[in-house]
């Protein structure tokens, strides 16, 4: 059986994948500094006889890895950035292991390496004879700014045929719903210090206008239709408070289930920061620092993604911290209420729940946003969650950092498995992989895909950082 080959091949680099894994969460890096995680992958990519293009959609972190040749061609994607702020041991309380450093709150060590094994399996299906060729799209900077719009920009998904990713999670089963596309703004304020005692009337707040815009934005809230979402925070709102700020930032995301009313909301809101500008009497400049499309779904890419994840069973996690961590989450019953109420009583009593599952996002329009969106607007894309983390670990949290760097490899090898299982099935049965793209089709295909980033944003000014220059393989 297919599946089983893979689960044999990925199981032959169980030491080497575990390994690596806890090696990229020694050593998080943030959004678009990604270069010993991009190293790492890479050479072993490399050593195996992927053919490398590194630096990819002009980012260096960003590399696209072929093994193979010929149709069809599948592919998945790796992400391996870090959040900041959020270092942590891997262990069963709150303990930074570098106060402030960054960490590995959303498993992206063993997004990117889980993502590796699977196509290191299917590599060595196609030497096995299977036809066809298995791509590798390292894409970085998912916690900020977002790497795959300008991935998808270049081109590297076009002559892809079908992505199968992945996402850290608490349970295995693929997923299925779609999410919210999203804006992201910067707003900046430009007016003139003074004596705020003394000389107020020689001044003018830069602060007034983002507090004023953020005023807009609570009556806005009111008036736009459910499913949106606003925030804001005030990035930099002065020093003083004795001294008139001449400069103040906020910053603010629109999130709705289409591009197009993004976009709308979007417009109210520059229109909101002009008014606020009039208001205050100063000037602001309003910059669009990320834009992503919500996820199409393929159900019946999702269907395949199940199929496998049954073929595989369950596994176990054999470590006294799992339930350790487990108990530190306390109640999770909010986190358990999207799953069936069989699943949910069965996962409760468990530290580790991995029962493969039907999806329980079918049908729904997630409150969150990944800029796996536009790459599911050009090519089909199934999408699944691991259990990597114990029930109920919400994304974000220091357990779900202490897991990434202990109890979660068991749950990564299994994505390994269920990737590379659906891959395969994807390269061997025409049919199937067929239907996946006639859906895709059906759903809009990708002629209609505008990028939404304005074509000339450069995502290292748009992030602040400095270029890291290109990675070399070790
Ligand atoms: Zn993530």
Known sequence: MQTETIASAVEDRRDRLTALARDLWERPETALEETYAARRLVGVLEERGFALEVGAGGLDTAFVARYGGGEPIVATMGEYDALPGLSQRASATREPVEPEAPGHGCGHNLFGVGSLGAALAVADAIDGGVDGTVVYVGTPAEEAVGGKPFLVRSGVFEPIDAVVSWHPGWYNAPSTGSCLAVDA????????????????????????????????????????????????VIADGGDVANVVPAEATGNYLVRAPNRGLVEEVSDWLHDAAEGAALMAAVDVELTRTSAMYGVRPNDRLGGVIGETMAELGPFDVDDPLAAELRASLGDVSG??????????????????????????????????????????????????????????????????VAASGSTGTEGMLYASKAIGGTLLKLLTEPAVLADVVAEFERRGGADGYEPAMPGDADPYELLGVDRPGPVVAD
């Open 335 to 400: 986190q358990l209420a999207a799953l069936e109420p069989d699943d949910r009583e069965r996962a409760r009593e468990a530290s580790y729940f991995t029962d493969p599952i039907e999806p329980p996002d079918a049908g729904t329009v997630g409150s969150y946003s990944t800029d796996s969106g536009d790459v599911s607007q050009v090519v089909p894309l199934g999408r699944m969650r691991t259990a990597t983390w114990p029930v109920g670990t919400p994304a974000h949290s220091w357990q779900a």
């Open 185 to 232: 703004f910067e707003v900046t304020a430009h007016g003139k210090s003074s004596h705020a005692a003394a000389a107020p009337e020689a001044g003018r707040s830069a602060l007034d206008a983002i507090q004023l815009l953020n005023t807009a934005v609570e009556y806005v809230r009111e008036h736009v239709p459910d499913p949106v979402r606003l925030h804001y």
